[in-house]
């Protein structure tokens, strides 16, 4: 099959070395002549090019820039494509670029693959990426069937894991998920950075191990993602983040109260409640 991935970062660059592995014909497109130069170089893709037209001949392409930038790549593209190829996306927010995109592109198919890294760039790009990590497909009332079960089967050959819901419930789940773990995570890095004393800072920094490390993680990551995020998924966002407040405001209130016993039955009630999320 001949793949066509516009946007040759982390994901982008992932899809192309996984896709290629498995026998395709991968074709890249980016902004930056760099970038096309190093996906080749890397073996990310066969070919490579700044100019949309490399794609005229693919069979389905994976639109992997920036949110902001999907609607506007898809009505540039379009001009270069068959009639039947098939479009899909990797943006995190599903929504507003299904709204978006679907009235300009009959063989359209909304994805999310959740799965990345804290790096970004062409070289960030890493063979199984996506391997037992959810891949989320959501096509609508008026998506072709025949265009969804290439792209399931496509994303299967991955070894992720497909799911599939509507558009509004994805973001609704990923602001949980996904965009609140990341406002959480910056809030826990500033907030320590706001260590007044030099010296107690030095050593945050220098004590600073696994649990800091896996807690952190996702708040230094790329920031614009993490604005795009927000920006197209306010508000379940800013749902997710007031309910998460108002448990911290109690918990503030049990260790001010000295209700130990009421704290230790939150943890008691978090432990298991986190199995739920990541049952063996």
């Not at 970038?35 to 990310?44: E, F, L, S, Y």
């Not at 993490?226 to 405001?249: I, K, P």
Request: charged content about 15%; overall charge negative; glycine content about 8%.
């Amino acid at each position: 099959m001949n793949i066509g991935i516009v946007g040759l970062g982390l994901i982008g660059g992932s899809l192309g070395l996984d896709l290629r592995g498995l026998g395709h014909q991968v074709l890249g497109v980016s902004r930056q002549d760099y970038t096309c130069q190093q996906a080749i170089k890397r073996g990310v893709v066969d070919d490579a090019s700044v100019n949309l037209t490399l794609l005229a001949a693919a069979d389905i392409i994976f639109i992997c820039t920036p949110i902001a930038a999907i609607a506007s790549t898809v009505q540039q593209l379009i001009p270069h494509l068959a009639p039947d190829a098939i479009i899909t996306d990797v943006g995190s927010v599903k929504t507003p670029v299904v709204e978006a995109v679907a009235p300009l592109w009959d063989n359209f198919v909304g994805g999310h693959p959740v799965a990345g890294t804290e790096r970004n760039g062409i070289n960030a790009a890493v063979s199984g990426l996506f391997k037992n990590n959810p891949y989320v497909l959501t096509p609508i009332d008026s998506t072709p069937l025949a265009a969804v079960k290439v792209v399931e089967e496509l994303v299967h050959s991955l070894a992720a894991t497909v799911y599939f819901c509507r558009p509004t419930d994805h973001d609704r789940a990923v602001a949980w998920i996904s965009h609140l773990p990341v406002l959480v995570s910056a809030s826990l890095i500033d907030a320590c950075m706001g260590e007044t004393d030099p010296v107690v800072l030095e050593l945050v920094q220098q004590l600073a191990s696994s649990g800091f490390r896996d807690t952190s993680r996702v708040g230094g990551g790329n920031p614009e993602l993490g604005v795009m995020m927000a920006q197209y998924n306010r508000e379940f966002l800013v749902r997710s983040l007031q309910s998460c407040r108002d448990s911290l405001d109690q918990l503030i209130e049990l260790v001010e109260q000295e209700d130990w016993q009421g704290l230790a039955q939150r943890f008691q009630d978090t432990q298991s409640q986190r199995s739920q999320f990541f049952p063996k």
